[in-house]
Structures are given as structure tokens and as C-alpha cells.
């Protein structure tokens, strides 16, 4: 199996308190990877990382054989890296299909120089139209992000990341806040990128849904890797147990 | 045309270049700027040096908007590590590092600033003309702009700095792009003004009129450039009409500036859409 991306022994203290302390774990090409843990286990933090929004104290992030630990969190989405908040963000002062174009016609803003020499949107928008249309929101389309609920809001964050054309999907939490009908909804629908050429890297909390979609889980705690594996055998383990139920 | 009025076409176009450069830093890219008048005097000292020694008009122009812009993107490098109000106050302290330094300069004329500046050999109408054309120009490109790409990207960056890099999106060169377009065309509107004052003051290009300005392009609608072109109009031929306006201009502009914060924080441009979509909207049947 190609290795897709390989984060080896992350580090970041905040305030000296380690909110990663050795983080390592590889992402297969092609597989749905799902990363849990309780509270304040570094989930977040070690994804952050990996998308160069947060630079670590030390340790590598690679992508495919590139070393991208110095990159800046723009240059990695260059790389086909993806990156979904866990609080979502969308541009207010943008459309709905707006948000998703600037990222469709991303090849367009590489340098000024060719931003200021290129009008057309025609492309952009017809893509961020069939992206929506997939996504359930072709309706929501000219509508401001502020009138779309929670639910879809975290669908169009989704949206605006699968038209950057990833190799590799950073999900933050995109189940949190929503209902469990909206949650199931959202998980069948992140369940189908690998499909379409999109590894998927998955931080969430919902666990039900975790184990239902996810092909591997890597179980962090107090900023270390305590297990990976696939979902039936590694949530067998007592210590995963533990450290994620506080139960034995 | 008039002396007078080909003298009032021309400070109307200047201002229109000033408010418009600004309005790309500041109403496209989001990034606060109240030191504008600082890069004015840069390109207005840059050509009336070069002028008094002899270089012709088209080069010292060029001269102007380069240093100008160059200095801007020097200064633009400050807006990658401080927003919002810190960068209001850096921008502003830009301001008083130029008058400061200009003052001092004995090869700049230190206070009486640099006078006998030779003329551009134009008749005042065929020069005022030139200055329309060269804002008419800064118009065609800021609407090629706000309708491109960049400032499609210039809008991300203006709305979430942080969203617009999970996008692809280099921030910094933006930010920079944007501050080196806005402070060249001050710098051109300074190389401007120097054949049509023929004398340059450091106090033309205090506080006071970065905040004139700022005034133009927040009456106006920050990025709006149809907005910011009505605004400068006015706001330039409002102590013409009037005495009383010219004796308080300061006062009036500052009060204007609080009225539209209050009532219109859209400027002109956004009452002129409110007021359309009024009149779009259906009428309630009694």
C-alpha cells in the first residue's frame, strides 16, 4: 500500500503543556483514516499541524516523499493537501457558490500576476455549481453562509475543500453540533471521497459514526498515538478503552 | 475651460487617484492605511527632485509611482504581522517618519520644501486633461480589478485572513500586492501634482490629509469604486461652493465621516443599493 503522507514524532507545548509529545502515524493512499481520542488527547492540534496551520516544535510531516514541515498552510493546499475547520468558516461576505469557486479556480490565484490578467468565472462556477448540486446545497446556492443553518453550513466547509482537488482530506470534527440524522447524512456523504481518489483524514468524536465509515483509527492520549488499527480490533483493547470511555 | 476650472479638474483628478489607490488597500484588500499621504509626498518629492535636474516629465512620473511603491511594499511587509487597530497606528506612524524626515532634509528644502519646480510645458487646460486621463485610467483599473481574480482573492483576504490560506491563497503576497499597486498610484498622483502646484510643502502631505483621504473613500463606500469617485467629487468642490466650507473643512469632513459610520457604514455606494432594493421591493397591500 502507497504511503500517502507520514507524520513522524510531532511536538507542541503550549504554555509548556504538551499538547503533542511525539505524535507518529502514516495516511494509506485511497483509505479513510479516522483519528479519536478524549478531550484534549492533541487530535486537533497534531491536524493543524499537518495542514501547516501550526508549526510544530519539532518532528517532520511528509507528503508522499516531500518534506512539507516548513511549508506554509497555503503552499501545502498547493500540494493537493485539504483542510475542513472544526469551527466552521466560511467567507460571509461571499455567496454560498462564491465560497466554493474561489477554491475551484484556486490555479487562478497562484500568483497575482495571473489573478490580475484573469476574469472569467465561468469555469469556476460551473464547477462549484456541480460540487454543491452533489452536496445538497445547489439550492442554497446564492444564499449568504449566514442564512444556512449549522448543518449546512459544515456541508458547504466540505464543499469548499473537495474543490481544491485534494490528494489528502483533513476533516476537522465535520460532525459536531449536528443532529443524528444530519450527522448519518454527512458521514455517508465524506464516506464516498476515498471513491473519487480523496484519502481521508477524519478528527471527530462521534464514535458511532467513526466506526461505521472509517477503514482505520489511530487513538490519541495526552499528545501520543496509543493505538491504530482497524475499528473492531483496536477498540478491543482495554487501554483504548480506558483512555477513551474512562472505563475498563 | 478656465484657468479655475481647469485648476479644479486637476485637483479633482489627483484625488481621484489618491482615494482610488487607497480604496485598493484598504476597500479591496481590507488592510487599514492612514499614513496615504506619506506615499503622495514620496512620489511628489521623488519627481520634483528629479524634475529640477532635468529629467524629462514621463520618467519622473515613472520615478514617483516606482519609489513610491517600492517604499509601500517595504511598508506593506508591517501588515503581515500586525492587523486592525495596530496596523492603523503603524501605518499612521509611517505618516509622521516621512514629515519628520523630510523636514530635516536640507536637499529636499527641509520646511520651505522644494520650490521653482519647472512646468510640464503643457497649457493648464491640455495638463489638467492629461491628469483625467492618467484617473480615468486608475478607474478602468480598479473596475478590471474588483472584476478579476485578484480581487476576488483580495475580497477572501479582506473577509478571513485564515480561511483564505486553507484556500490556497498566499496572504502575504496578497497583502503586499495590494499595498504596492495602492502606494504606487499615491506616488503617480504625487508626481502629478508637482507640475500642476510647481511647489511642494511638507505639510501637504500630513495627517490631515490622510485622513482627507480616508474621508473620500469611507463617504464614498470602501470598495466601491464608483462610490469613492462620486465621493471625491464632492468632497473636492464642497469648499469650492461654499466659504464657509473651506473655513471648515476639517470640521465637516470629521462630521461626515461619524454621520456614515452611524447612519451609512456603506457610504455612498451602499445607500445607493439600499435605496434600490427599496424601490425593487414589492409594496405591502393595505
Redesign the interface.
Known amino acids: 500500500m502507497t504511503v500517502l503522507a507520514r507524520i513522524d514524532d510531532l511536538h507542541i507545548s503550549f504554555g509548556g503543556v504538551a499538547a503533542a509529545n511525539g505524535v507518529s502515524f502514516t495516511v494509506n493512499q485511497g483509505e479513510f483514516l479516522a483519528v479519536i481520542g478524549p478531550n484534549g488527547a492533541g487530535k486537533t492540534t497534531a491536524l493543524r499541524m499537518v495542514?501547516g496551520?501550526l508549526k510544530p516544535d519539532s518532528g517532520r510531516i511528509f507528503l508522499g516523499d516531500r518534506d512539507v514541515t516548513g511549508l506554509?498552510?497555503?503552499?501545502r493546499?498547493?500540494l493537493g493537501l485539504?483542510?475542513t475547520?472544526q469551527i466552521v468558516?466560511?467567507?460571509?461576505?461571499?455567496t454560498t457558490i462564491?465560497n466554493v469557486?474561489?477554491?475551484a479556480?484556486?490555479y487562478?490565484?497562484?500568483?497575482?500576476w495571473?489573478?490580475?490578467?484573469?476574469?472569467s468565472?465561468d469555469a469556476a462556477r460551473k464547477r462549484a455549481h456541480a460540487i454543491l448540486e452533489r452536496i445538497g446545497l445547489a439550492g442554497q446556492a446564492e444564499k449568504s453562509p449566514r442564512a444556512l443553518p449549522l448543518g449546512q453550513r459544515k456541508r458547504l466547509e466540505v464543499a469548499?475543500?473537495i474543490a481544491?482537488d485534494p490528494k489528502l482530506l483533513l476533516l476537522d470534527e465535520p460532525l459536531a453540533g449536528l443532529s443524528s440524522a444530519e450527522a448519518t447524512t454527512m458521514a455517508d456523504l465524506i464516506r464516498t471521497l476515498p471513491g473519487e481518489g480523496i484519502t481521508v483524514v477524519l478528527v471527530e468524536h462521534n464514535l458511532g459514526e467513526v466506526l461505521r465509515v472509517a477503514d482505520r483509527l489511530v487513538v490519541l492520549d495526552a499528545g501520543k498515538v496509543l493505538a491504530e488499527g482497524v475499528p473492531a480490533e483496536v477498540m478491543k483493547r482495554a487501554d483504548v478503552r480506558q483512555a477513551y470511555t474512562g472505563v475498563v | 475651460m478656465s484657468a479655475y476650472i481647469a485648476s479644479l479638474v486637476s485637483v479633482i483628478g489627483i484625488n481621484m487617484i489618491l482615494a482610488l489607490g487607497l480604496n485598493i488597500i484598504s476597500g479591496f484588500c481590507g488592510q487599514v492605511s492612514l499614513g496615504h499621504a506619506a506615499f503622495y509626498g514620496i512620489g511628489a518629492y521623488t519627481a520634483a527632485y528629479l524634475c529640477k535636474l532635468g529629467v524629462p516629465l514621463p520618467l519622473t512620473l515613472l520615478a514617483g509611482t516606482i519609489m513610491a511603491g517600492a517604499i509601500g511594499i517595504v511598508v506593506g511587509l508591517t501588515s503581515l504581522r500586525v492587523r486592525d487597530d495596530f496596523l492603523a497606528v503603524t501605518t499612521m506612524g509611517i505618516g509622521f517618519v516621512f514629515l519628520g524626515f523630510v523636514r530635516k532634509q536640507k536637499w529636499l528644502g527641509g520646511e520651505l520644501g522644494i520650490s521653482g519646480i519647472p512646468g510640464s510645458g503643457l497649457d493648464p487646460v491640455v495638463y489638467a486633461g492629461l491628469i483625467l486621463l492618467f484617473a480615468a485610467a486608475v478607474i478602468v483599473f480598479s473596475l478590471w480589478l474588483k472584476r478579476s481574480w485578484m480581487g476576488f482573492t483580495f475580497d477572501a483576504v479582506a473577509d478571513d485572513e485564515d480561511a483564505a490560506r486553507t484556500v490556497g491563497v498566499n496572504v502575504s503576497t496578497y497583502k503586499l500586492t495590494a499595498f504596492g499597486i495602492g502606494t504606487a498610484l499615491a506616488g503617480l498622483a504625487g508626481g502629478l501634482y508637482i507640475y500642476f502646484a510647481r511647489i511642494i510643502l511638507p505639510d501637504t502631505f500630513d495627517f490631515v490629509q490622510s485622513i482627507a483621504i480616508l474621508t473620500m473613500v469611507v463617504i464614498g463606500g470602501t470598495g466601491s469604486v464608483w462610490g469613492v469617485v462620486a465621493a471625491t467629487i464632492g468632497l473636492t468642490l464642497l469648499p469650492e461652493v461654499s466659504r464657509a466650507a473651506a473655513d471648515y473643512r476639517l470640521l465637516i469632513f470629521g462630521a461626515m465621516l461619524m454621520l456614515v459610520m452611524r447612519f451609512s457604514p456603506g457610504g455612498l455606494a451602499g445607500l445607493a443599493t439600499m435605496l434600490k432594493r427599496r424601490k425593487a421591493a414589492p409594496k405591502e397591500v393595505p
Open positions: 495542514a496551520l506554509p498552510a497555503y503552499a493546499v498547493r485539504g483542510f475547520h468558516r466560511p467567507f460571509y461576505s461571499f462564491e469557486m474561489l477554491a479556480g484556486h487562478q490565484t497562484g500568483s497575482p495571473r489573478a490580475l490578467t484573469s476574469r468565472r469548499r475543500a481544491l
